[in-house]
């Protein structure tokens, strides 16, 4: 028999046992839009984690005292972490204008002497660090010599930190829950078209049939089924992302797009459902099916 015998099998499988085929593409179908909402809402909150890691700030304060020898130090500690990606020096000149700038008076006006200390504000690219890493290079720099005091946003460090984990841990347990009931029902659709063709399944042994001719159509009918429900899931992604840039395009920073690996993620991921909802069904059921 050719591979072309086999497919079409597979095809008749799913025409067998329609009320239960369209049951399961439609939990793929479910499955794999809720994986891609995942996947979408996921990318953008990550998005929006590196933008304020990569635009992370810390500032140095320096001692009234501070010497040139104390700042060429702090600039070489600077210079040799791999978290900082530039930093700019602030004198106490410089601090005066900005205060100027800022609230529209001239410090000397308010005060008879500028207390504004020098200081470095310090550019941080944490996308690849947590919280931890910027604490230590932080008491690291508070105890140089010349430093008064280092200051940073340690709680929004944190609170990303724990979103980030809190995304990647939501995403791994929506992916098991739905892969467990889009393999359980492609099953069950199986074993009903295994039960179906029970009879067949006996002739075809007493002919000589192989099991791998014997079970390549009920594999192909599982990755039909995959394949159907992960073409409904891109149309209704599909939907999904075009409204919400139409509905929320002016709130959002970047548009959603449904770029390559969120396709190509999807069709794969409709032909693992399959192929192991199938292969399961196959592997627990057909062996019980005797001359």
Same mark, same amino acid.
């Given at each position: 028999?050719s591979?072309g015998?086999?497919?079409?099998e597979?095809? *008749?499988?799913? *025409?067998?046992?329609?009320?239960? @085929?369209?049951?399961a593409?439609?939990t793929i179908?479910? *499955?794999?839009t809720?994986?891609?909402?995942?996947? $979408?809402?996921? #990318?953008? $909150?990550?998005? $929006?984690?590196?933008?304020?890691?990569?635009?992370? !700030?810390? !500032?140095?304060?320096?001692?009234?005292?501070?010497?040139?020898?104390?700042?060429?130090?702090? !600039?070489?500690?600077?210079?040799s *972490?791999?978290l900082?990606?530039?930093?700019?020096?602030?004198?106490?000149? =410089?601090?005066?204008?900005?205060?100027e700038?800022e609230?529209?008076?001239?410090?000397?006006?308010?005060?008879?002497?500028?207390?504004l200390?020098?200081? /470095?504000?310090?550019?941080? =690219? #944490?996308?690849?660090?947590?919280?931890? =890493?910027?604490?230590?290079?932080?008491?690291?720099?508070g105890?140089?010599?010349?430093?008064?005091?280092?200051?940073?946003?340690?709680?929004?460090?944190?609170?990303?930190?724990?979103?980030?984990?809190?995304?990647?841990l939501?995403g791994?347990?929506?992916?098991?829950?739905?892969?467990?009931?889009?393999?359980? $029902?492609?099953?069950?659709?199986?074993?009903?078209?295994?039960?179906?063709?029970?009879?067949?399944?006996? &002739?075809?042994?007493?002919?000589?049939?192989?099991?791998?001719?014997i079970?390549?159509?009920?594999? &192909?009918?599982?990755?039909?089924?995959?394949?159907?429900?992960?073409?409904?899931?891109?149309?209704?992604?599909?939907?999904?992302?075009?409204? #919400?840039?139409y509905?929320?395009?002016?709130?959002?920073?970047?548009e959603?797009?449904?770029?390559?690996?969120?396709?190509?993620?999807i069709?794969?991921?409709? &032909?693992?459902?399959?192929?192991?909802?199938?292969?399961r @069904?196959i592997?627990?059921?057909? @062996?019980?099916i005797? /001359?």
């Amino acid at each position: 028999m050719s591979f072309g015998f086999l497919v079409k099998e597979g095809f *008749s499988g799913l *025409s067998r046992a329609k009320f239960p @085929s369209f049951v399961a593409i439609l939990t793929i179908t479910i *499955s794999l839009t809720l994986m891609g909402v995942t996947y $979408l809402g996921g #990318t953008k $909150l990550v998005h $929006l984690f590196n933008q304020v890691r990569s635009g992370f !700030e810390v !500032e140095i304060f320096l001692l009234p005292g501070a010497t040139e020898y104390d700042r060429n130090r702090i !600039e070489e500690k600077l210079d040799s *972490s791999e978290l900082v990606t530039g930093f700019d020096y602030i004198s106490k000149e =410089d601090a005066a204008d900005r205060f100027e700038k800022e609230f529209g008076e001239n410090i000397y006006d308010v005060l008879d002497a500028n207390p504004l200390p020098a200081s /470095y504000t310090v550019r941080m =690219d #944490t996308r690849n660090y947590d919280h931890n =890493d910027v604490t230590v290079i932080a008491r690291e720099l508070g105890k140089m010599q010349g430093v008064d005091e280092v200051q940073y946003k340690q709680a929004v460090l944190q609170l990303l930190d724990r979103y980030s984990s809190a995304v990647l841990l939501g995403g791994g347990i929506i992916l098991v829950i739905v892969f467990g009931a889009a393999v359980l $029902l492609v099953g069950n659709t199986i074993k009903l078209s295994i039960f179906a063709k029970r009879e067949v399944i006996k &002739i075809m042994r007493l002919v000589g049939a192989t099991d791998l001719f014997i079970k390549t159509p009920f594999i &192909i009918e599982g990755i039909l089924q995959g394949i159907l429900g992960a073409a409904g899931a891109l149309a209704v992604l599909y939907g999904i992302v075009v409204g #919400t840039n139409y509905l929320l395009g002016s709130f959002l920073t970047t548009e959603l797009i449904m770029d390559w690996p969120l396709i190509g993620g999807i069709i794969a991921a409709g &032909i693992i459902f399959g192929l192991v909802g199938s292969a399961r @069904s196959i592997r627990m059921f057909i @062996s019980q099916i005797r /001359y």
